[in-house]
């Protein structure tokens, strides 16, 4: 089925493949019980249900010390970036924190110009930076209690966002197997999961989250929190980095919705109205001039 479409048609199944996949697990973080700590079983989960399988084919790859070095920033990067949003999520819901932690497509337009010269029209830096007002609008509209370190610490998961992005990009280049990148995934996942168990182990006394997530929640998050991210490197193959970082927030409005329709969240529901049409609006404008 594949080989009948277009390397361009392909990035943007995969893009849609990953938005719903993203949704999903992001919604059932939103149900779960912020005791569990759904990002510690969660990466534990895409560990033990696909890690073997990941570096099972990574490792029949051609390596070089290249690779070796992109995959180390990446892990190293997706360290900081989960311990980050897990003390954001711990001072404010998820909700607030997610949409503001997702700008960072700023910061990949700008790294990928630099690094890759992966140029954007005016119109498509326009339609990222619109598209970024309107997260900002979005999350806006949840209640919390205000403290700096929340915004601290969702800034510092976007910026490390941007530097993951940028090596799994390069890494895209040398690895074309969505089984392969299944490993990359894994390995950085794995330095994640070991940077949260240290801190868990040095603040709360004990490695494992003393709630423990439905079974079937877990596991569907399992799955779906590290597949969905491999589909974006595999479409980082074709389309420019911040293009496709930024489509993926596309992910964002159907949780809303979704929120609204099923669990009748609806407080603030101008607010939402307008993030939405300024997110839609950005995104058009990229979809249309990047």
């Known amino acids: 089925m594949l080989e009948t479409l277009s390397s361009f048609q392909q990035a943007w199944l995969f893009i849609i493949l990953s938005v719903f996949m993203h949704v999903s697990w992001n919604i059932m973080a939103r149900q779960v ?14 560990i033990v249900l696909l890690g073997s399988y990941g570096l099972y084919h990574l490792v029949q ?20 970036y989960f311990l980050s949003l897990r003390q954001a999520y711990a001072l404010a819901p998820v909700a607030f924190v997610y949409p503001i ?9 700008i790294w990928a110009l630099w690094i890759f010269d992966e140029s ?4 498509a830096w326009l339609g990222i930076l619109i598209s970024i007002i309107g997260l900002w609008i979005l999350g806006s509209t949840v209640k919390h209690t205000h403290n700096p370190k929340v915004l601290l610490w969702t800034l510092s998961a976007a910026f490390f966002t941007s530097i993951y992005s940028l090596s799994d990009k390069a890494i895209s280049q040398q690895v074309d197997s969505f089984s392969a990148l299944l490993g990359v995934v894994t390995i950085g996942y794995f330095s994640a999961w070991i940077t949260l ?11 494992i989250p003393e709630v423990r997530p439905h079974l079937g929640i877990w596991l569907a998050g399992s799955l779906f929190i590290g597949t969905a991210y ?25 949780a809303v919705v979704l929120s609204m329709l099923f669990f009748k969240d609806r407080g603030h529901l101008k607010q939402k109205l307008v993030a939405t049409l300024f997110i839609i609006g950005g995104l058009s404008m990229l979809g249309v001039f990047g």
């Open 61 to 80: 790859i051609e390596w070089s010390w290249t690779l070796v070095g992109l995959i180390t920033i990446t892990a190293f990067a997706n360290s900081l």
């Open 197 to 207: 168990s240290v801190y868990r182990k040095k603040h709360y006394g004990t490695i």
């Open 230 to 254: 491999a589909l974006v490197i595999l479409a980082m193959q074709t389309l420019p980095t911040a293009y496709v970082v930024s489509m993926t927030n596309i992910g964002i409005l159907f």
């Open 101 to 109: 932690a997702r700008s960072s497509p700023i910061l990949v337009a």
């Open 120 to 123: 954007l029209s005016n119109l």
């Open 33 to 46: 019980n912020p005791k569990a700590d759904f990002l510690w079983w969660g990466l534990l989960g895409h």
